[in-house]
């Protein structure tokens, strides 16, 4: 009987196999969380395996957008997420933990993460820059494994693997379309190789991937098209002021003319108690749903026989992706000041945007409030090219019945961000001052005296060798005992220069990053297989990083698979990871974000600020003092086949992360800002009372504890006509995942709800149905997203609540390919078939959670295959 996991791979599946006993001597292969080569493909930790068909049949246009659909995954960004200060790229983050809490490798081993850290500290590795072409399939390890990789393995590991040992000649073409005949997307692809290495001794694969999409705006979908929400429970009226004069607290007048086509609009659609009227404009046209971006990515492995037992390889891997962005232009607003960065004190400088006495602009006899958009500047947009590149050469053989292993890896992943159109706060300032801005008329020259054209530029390099050997120690009765021993060395460094206009303060309303920092990593690591009985295997694993930043880290691991029957195995696995701070965290880093907050707590005297939502600053530094994150895995799990036709598992995990690197949270701060613990750190307009800015630095906080349970199902129906029918299951469910919202408060559970950045649903699934005939196939793909409760329920002017809870999300994809010759294959897909918008959501401007859904809508997919 051959074993499970070759009958699953046949349909494109590596799940639940069980070791059995062949007629032959099976290959023996490397799965990652192991570095020992082994025949039973399904270890004692969860690996979840995507094949090209799984990608193929997702409908997905990249391996990104396809990654980020497990189940796995949770709170992940995309290049879709625009206003972020780590904007084109994509990444994934398993269990909820975290970009930066998540491994991804390439072949096994490390690349540059992107240059730009998202969250101003999370640095990863861009998903974006992977080309689809040359991608044999993907293992997702679900469980922790420091001890094998080291560190950022806490959530677990995506290792990218890459097609080798290919000749022949194959040709793709994908494009792709929405039911609103918009957001095309194009795909071409071509992967060469020459040459085998039991023939020729030597292969060689080269692959190329080109991408490109034009996205879309909000004002492209019925969903989020008016900015007007305001009939919906907790909705709200979103157009943006332009040309308002504020008279009071609640009034407003508008300009005579609204300027720049905007529409004069009654003010009473602000909300209960507002009057007169306002020049707004809606901001639906310059909000991206997707942006436009383009990728060419290139992949070349080479392997070469030197000998009967020494082999050189080596690998080329490089990708330039552009991403192009559109925002709303510049505004002041009517409160009457707007901020920007002060470098003298670190903090932020407030302006004053009331028009003086006397400013043609101004009809009265006192300074005037006044909320005005900057048409005549520009819209604001931004570009981002990143071009990275890892290199690796090696050599691998054997030394009698040991195999050993060597490579060198250099890598580099350069981004430039170029920004456009922002406002220059110190000319405006003295523009209103002495009345040289025309607010009624502008010229162009006196527009093109704000503007400013902003350019920042990241990078981050990577360089690594490593080496180890492994083979089998000695025989037991049960088998040999397997072992791996290695060493591994690399150096990173991270360099993030904003403009200097940005750095000198001159920026209207925006912030900046800026990191500068190195270090060099050492580790020594070793592994054992121990098959204790014939039923019985027990893994052991350890390895020691010494950092030359925070310090050093030993991460032990245990494991033990329990296989009484061949259609039945136990597994369970114990580990201790860590995470060391990123560079972004730890070292020369300076961070000024700009961001909504409500204040809870206003100061005696100023009622008038209670629950008032206002645009404040937040700074925040980078700390030396950092600890690493620690953690403790486990897992328990079962593999089972009960009938031939079905094998399913179900795993527990529970992962508890403490020392955790953040910042507290703002609204926390703001609500203790009179305790002694957060001192100085809000910082409030002396005669307004309203909040300017919070002061915050990276610390070693509480912890995190998320629990839950995987479970995955395979039915293989049999013969349904020419084809084979079989369906796949995925689920998760999660229990819990809690942490405290400060150092010393209490632990909030987020399982189910939203908060602390993301959405934590309860439970999340996909069912595949796959129908598989040699000429022709069909899969089916339904796709559950639960429901969430809001943890701060929205409410209503007079503090009803009006919305506590999001509705679940269901889709439907399908997938078939056809074989019009040997040769050439054609595919087509659809996603979303029902044409679904997300579920609405009141606590986001746009209308919906914009981390895990989109406006996509129903889209088209044709694509042709040509194998030479």
Known sequence: M????????????????LSAYADTSPEKIEVTGSRIKRVDAETASPVEVVTRADIAKSGSATVADALRTITANAGSFSENWTNSF??????????????????????????????????LSDTYFDLNSLPASAIERVEVLKDGASAIYGSDAIAGVVNVILRQDFKGLEVSAEQGISDENDLPE???SITGGLGTLSENGYNVLASLDYFKRTGITYADRAFTRDSDTSSKPGGAFGW???????????????????????????????????????????PAEYQNAFPDTERINFFSHGTFNLGSSLQAFGEVFGSHTSTQQTFTPGAISTSGSSTRYDPTTGGVAVIDTRLPVGNAANPYSTPARFGYTFFDVGPRSADITTDAYRLLGGLKGSLKTWDWEFALTSGQSKSKQEQYNRINAIALQKAIADGSYNFLNPTKEQADALRLNLH????????????NIRGDLFSLPAGAVGAVFGVDFRREQLDDVPDQWLTGGYVLGQGATETHGSRNVGAGFF???????????????????????????????????FTPMKELAFRASWGKGFRAPTLAENSQSNSTYFTTITDTTPPAGHPELKNKSFNIAGVLVGNPDLKAEKSTTVNFGIVAQPVKAIDFTVDYYRIKQKDLVGTDSLSYILAHENDAQYAGQV?????????????????????????????????????????????????NYLIDWKTPPAAGADAVNYAGNDGWGSVFHRNQGKLKINWDAPVWSVSLGINYLDGYNHLD?????????????????????????????????????????????PPYDASYSAGYETYDYNLRGRYYRLGVNYKF
């Not at 920042?456 to 080496?467: F, I």
């Not at 010494?546 to 691991?557: I, L, Q, R």
Request: glycine share 10%.
């Open 240 to 282: 943006s002021n332009t040309g308002t004069y504020r008279t009071g607290t609640y009034t407003r007048v508008a300009m005579a003319n609204c300027p720049f086509g905007t529409a004069t609009v009654d003010a009473a659609k602000f909300g209960a108690g507002y009057s007169g009227t306002a020049c707004m404009y809606n």
């Open 527 to 561: 592994e054992f297989a121990i098959p204790v009985l014939k039923t019985v295997e027990i893994g052991l694993a350890g390895r020691g990083d010494k950092y030359s930043d925070f310090g050093s880290a030993f991460s032990p691991s245990a494991k033990i698979k």
């Open 456 to 467: 920042r530029e990241a990078t981050s390099k990577l360089y690594t060798a490593d080496a």
């Open 2 to 17: 051959k074993p499970l996991a070759l009958a699953i791979a046949s349909l494109g599946v590596y799940s639940a196999s």
């Open 683 to 731: 910082v409030r307009d002396a005669t307004t009372g309203q909040v300017l800015y919070i002061s915050n630095k990276y610390r070693n906080l509480e912890y995190v504890q998320t629990s839950g349970i995987d479970i995955t199902a395979n039915w293989r129906l049999g013969q349904v006509g020419p084809a084979k029918l079989s369906t796949k299951f995925d689920w």
């Open 186 to 188: 194009s795909h071409v």
């Open 86 to 119: 780590s904007p084109g790229a994509s990444g994934i983050s398993l269990r909820g933990l975290g970009q930066k809490s998540t491994l991804v490798l390439i072949n096994g081993r490390r690349a540059p993460n992107y240059g730009f850290a998202q969250n």
């Open 793 to 837: 329920p929205v409410t209503d002017s007079d503090g009803n609540v009006v919305q506590d809870h999001v509705n679940a999300y269901i889709t439907t994809d399908i997938f078939t390919s056809y074989n019009v010759t040997k040769a050439l294959q054609a595919t087509f897909s659809i996603q979303n078939i029902e044409n679904r918008n």
